[in-house]
């Protein structure tokens, strides 16, 4: 199983930006897919998950700002990153998992596979 992120860079205070990871090697309609960062200093958080049935979770610091969608048909799943702040520096990691629950899903522990991130950059 193989995850590519993309799409990071260095961005103005109140910009977007959108990520991009494409997944390959399990069936992608049946997993959970997750953006995970991990700012300087700081442990990795989760930031937002999709699930197969299109339900989708966010961390409260992102809520309304961040929104995480899916393409089952290209086996890619975004994050659209609009207002962006100082805070949200970091590299994003995308994640995929089987079979988890929705009480499960901001757990970096259950999800099986990563890829490796992609930098984000806010200046003030």
């Known amino acids: 199983v193989q995850l590519q992120a993309s799409g990071g860079g260095l961005v103005q205070a109140g910009g977007s930006l959108r990520l991009s990871c494409v997944v390959s090697g399990l069936t992608f309609r049946d997993a959970t897919l997750a953006w995970f960062r991990q700012g300087p200093g700081k442990e990795r958080e989760f930031v937002a998950g999709?699930?197969?049935?299109?339900?989708?979770y966010y961390a409260e610091s992102v809520k309304g700002r961040f929104t995480i969608s899916r393409d089952n048909a290209k086996n890619t799943v975004y994050l659209q990153m609009n207002g962006l702040e100082p805070e949200d520096t970091a590299v994003y990691y995308c994640?995929?998992?089987?079979?988890?629950?929705?009480?499960?899903?901001?757990?970096?522990?259950?999800?099986?596979?990563g890829g490796q991130g992609t930098q984000v950059t806010v200046s003030s």
């Open positions: 999709i699930r197969w049935n299109r339900a989708t």
């Open positions: 994640a995929a998992g089987i079979g988890l629950i929705a009480s499960s899903v901001r757990s970096r522990e259950q999800y099986k596979y």
